[in-house]
């Protein structure tokens, strides 16, 4: 998942590391160019010095006979002479690591051009453009501001994109904690709680569902599931299977009946089985279909769930948002499930789509396993995109 993506953008960090290096490399060179001249300059100032230490003698004697003949006349001598200050020339290696400790600024050129790269890698990975644009002007304000170790270039720029990245995906615009709201719901006896589910076709929404339920009774949570798709062919069957798998009861009518029915007679079953968690399928429709968007809208007026969740595919790109938004013009989206992320190398969607819809992620679906369910984290994405410091 994200290989695309975090190729482009190591492949950008890796570039312009390379050049600050080369520029932090050539007053070196010129130095170690120049030192390779020192044996030759160190022999002149050898015999400079020689004929230096000869003339100090030589002076110093007559110093010292004009200090005696001053001493005998009752005057103070003057300095005789100045201790010689030798020019202390560092090695090689000193010199380069007390120039490569400096610290480093970005110039602007440099920053553009790090920055275009960065926009063009996040653009060609499905990342919706408004969020590409702000992730770009708050990285830019942060390069522009931070001096940088020249011992750690790499690390430090993947720090200032990592921390501006989780800027755009740290949102509390619609915030809910699925898990928060069922113990809560669970704790103040208010159950069952009542979840619905909706989507396009083929997005994985049976399976996903089956794979809350998994986790819901690992955690102890009793739950069931009701088979209110009844439109499409073998999905009854279905959600009857994964039911069975994760050992959850199911509640089913006959193809042709109200999805509606069948959800109130799940919320029934579960009223009378104390059970706290009703989880409700329903039929995959595009945003378009207005027959299956008004079904949608009935099924929420009766049920009055305390969560509708869009589960949609990470691999449909930029597409989903306008799903989403489509969707919520029908109905109430409190939160999205992005299922298939393992297929997805680009994860753009992932990205953005919370940014761009108001609407948070809470899980994704990482493989075919009921345990292949990662709850939503920035810091797994970030993790997840960017090379390891």
Known sequence: MFDELKKRLSSAIKGIVRKEEEEIEKP???EDDAGREAPKQDKVDAAHDSHAEDAIEAEGTAYADAH????AAGHRPEQARKGKEDAIRFALSTRIKSKVLRSVALNNDDIAHFLEALQVSMLESDVAYDTTEKFIGTLDRKLHSLKFDSNNLSGGMIDAVRESLLGVLNTDKGSINLN???NASIKEGKTPVR???????????????AKLAHMLKSNGISCVMSASDTFRAAAIEQTEFHANKVGVPVIKGSYGADPASVA???????KSHRISVVLIDTAGRQETNKNLISEIQKISRITKPDATIFIGESTSG?????????FSK???????????????????SAISISDITGIPILFFGTGESYDALV???????ADAVLPNN
Do not use: H, W
Request: aromatic share 8%.
């Open 68 to 71: 005696e003949e001053n001493a």
């Open 330 to 348: 029908s109905v109430k989206i409190d939160g999205i499930i992005l299922t298939k992320l393992d297929c997805d190398a680009k994860g753009g």
């Open 264 to 270: 109130f007679d799940a919320i029934a079953y579960a």
């Open 318 to 326: 930029n597409r989903i948002a306008e799903q989403i938004k489509e």
């Open 28 to 30: 070196l060179k010129k």
């Open 195 to 209: 979840i619905l589910f909706l989507g396009p076709n083929g997005a994985g929404k049976t399976t996903m569902i």
């Open 180 to 182: 928060g709201l069922i």
């Open 375 to 381: 709850e939503y984290r920035p810091e797994f994405i």
